[in-house]
C-alpha cells in the first residue's frame, strides 16, 4: 500500500498554509513602524521610541489590525497554486499556479521590519512580477515554504509526465 505525501493530492488542491497580512501592509502601518523604531537608544533595555510613542498610537495599531482582518486580504497557499482571497464576500481575486513561480523575491519596505513583516514578488520565468504578497509577517519562511511547494508541484508533474509516457 502507498503512504500519502502531505500536500499532494492526486484529485485537487489542499490548502497547506493561509497567511493574513498585517498592517504593515500599509502606508499608515509602516508609517508606525518605522515611528516605533525611530529612537534605539535603549531604557531598561526597552527602545526609547517604544516607550514613547506605542501606548498613544496603540487604538491606531488596534484599528488598522481590525479593519485589515475585517475588510482586507488573505493569501492562501495550495499544492497547486498560491491565492488572493478578499475576506468580505470569500470570493478569489487572484490565482497563480506554482509552476509559473519562477523566482520569489523578498522586499522589506520602511517600517515593516518593526513588525517583522515583508512583501514576496512571486516572478515568472520572464522576470514579471505576476503576485505581490504584502506585508506578511514572518514574510522569508513563507517564501521557503511556497519555494518547497513549488519544487514539490514541479517533481509530481514531471514524475506523472514519465508515468503517462510509459502508457
Excluded at 495599531?61 to 478578499?86: D, F
Amino acid at each position: 500500500m502507498a503512504t500519502a505525501i502531505i500536500g499532494v493530492s492526486a484529485s485537487g488542491e489542499t490548502e497547506i498554509r493561509s497567511k493574513y497580512p498585517s498592517i504593515a501592509s500599509t502606508g499608515l502601518g509602516r508609517l508606525l513602524g518605522r515611528i516605533y523604531d525611530s529612537f534605539s537608544f535603549p531604557i531598561w533595555g526597552i527602545k526609547l521610541s517604544n516607550l514613547l510613542f506605542v501606548l498613544p498610537t496603540a487604538p491606531v495599531g488596534v484599528l488598522l489590525y481590525t479593519l485589515n482582518k475585517l475588510t482586507g486580504e488573505r493569501y492562501v497557499l495550495t499544492n497547486r497554486s498560491i491565492q488572493r482571497w478578499a475576506v468580505i464576500g470569500l470570493r478569489q481575486i487572484q490565482s497563480v499556479t506554482l509552476t509559473d513561480v519562477n523566482e520569489i523575491e523578498y522586499v522589506q519596505l520602511p517600517g515593516q521590519e518593526y513588525f517583522h513583516a515583508g512583501d514576496l514578488l512571486l516572478k515568472n520565468a520572464k522576470g514579471d512580477t505576476v503576485l505581490r504578497v504584502q506585508g506578511v509577517k514572518d514574510a522569508d519562511i513563507f517564501r521557503q515554504i511556497i519555494e518547497k511547494a513549488r519544487d514539490a508541484r514541479i517533481g509530481a508533474e514531471e514524475s506523472l509526465a514519465v508515468i503517462e509516457a510509459r502508457a
